[in-house]
């Protein structure tokens, strides 16, 4: 499992993804657009040494990135609230390897980011504000994808 950050312009949210992979075993992070670098001292605070254990690279187009891991077999999962996602609940992984993309914390992911995924995901939510902290979202939608496979 590989995670890409779409301009996840949080330093804080960006060390809590640090986290949740090294936990959860994800293999590589990769920052795009406004996203911080793991180097930014917000990042270094909120990850505490995760940054140093977690392979990460930096680029700085999404979808030059997105292209590049689906030429080397990764199935592409947008992580978003968009109308044509599919409840987490009944997603199933159709690859072995997976690269979950997680978006901006207002505006989510970007039309084109969305075309690009081979599917788009979303956690069930019952409350009415419909949102949670990205990083949050990575670690439950690890967990419920690691409970499947």
């Known amino acids: 499992?590989?995670?890409?950050?779409?301009?996840?312009?949080?330093?804080?949210?960006?060390?809590?993804?640090?986290?949740?992979?090294?936990?959860?075993?994800?293999?590589k992070l990769y920052l795009t657009g406004l996203t911080p670098k793991a180097d930014h001292p917000q990042v270094i605070k909120t990850a505490m040494q995760t940054e140093e254990q977690i392979d990460w690279e930096y680029n700085r187009?999404?979808?030059?990135?997105?292209?590049?891991?689906?030429s080397d077999g990764y199935q592409i999962i947008a992580v978003d609230t968009a109308n044509s996602a599919v409840s987490l609940d009944n997603f199933t992984p159709a690859?072995?390897?997976?690269?979950l993309v997680f978006g901006h914390e207002q505006f989510?992911?970007?039309?084109?980011?969305?075309?690009?995924?081979?599917?788009?995901?979303?956690?069930?939510?019952?409350?009415?504000?419909?949102?949670?902290?990205?990083?949050?979202c990575q670690g439950i939608v690890l967990q419920a994808i690691l409970s499947k496979i």
Request: aromatic fraction near 6%; proline fraction near 1%.
């Open 1 to 27: 499992i590989a995670c890409v950050l779409d301009s996840v312009r949080s330093a804080h949210n960006v060390g809590t993804f640090f986290r949740n992979s090294e936990c959860f075993g994800v293999k």
């Open 95 to 99: 690859a072995k390897k997976l690269a």
């Open 61 to 70: 187009e999404t979808q030059t990135c997105l292209k590049s891991l689906k």
């Open 108 to 136: 989510g992911l970007s039309l084109e980011v969305l075309q690009q995924a081979d599917q788009i995901i979303q956690i069930p939510m019952f409350g009415s504000k419909n949102s949670l902290n990205v990083g949050v």
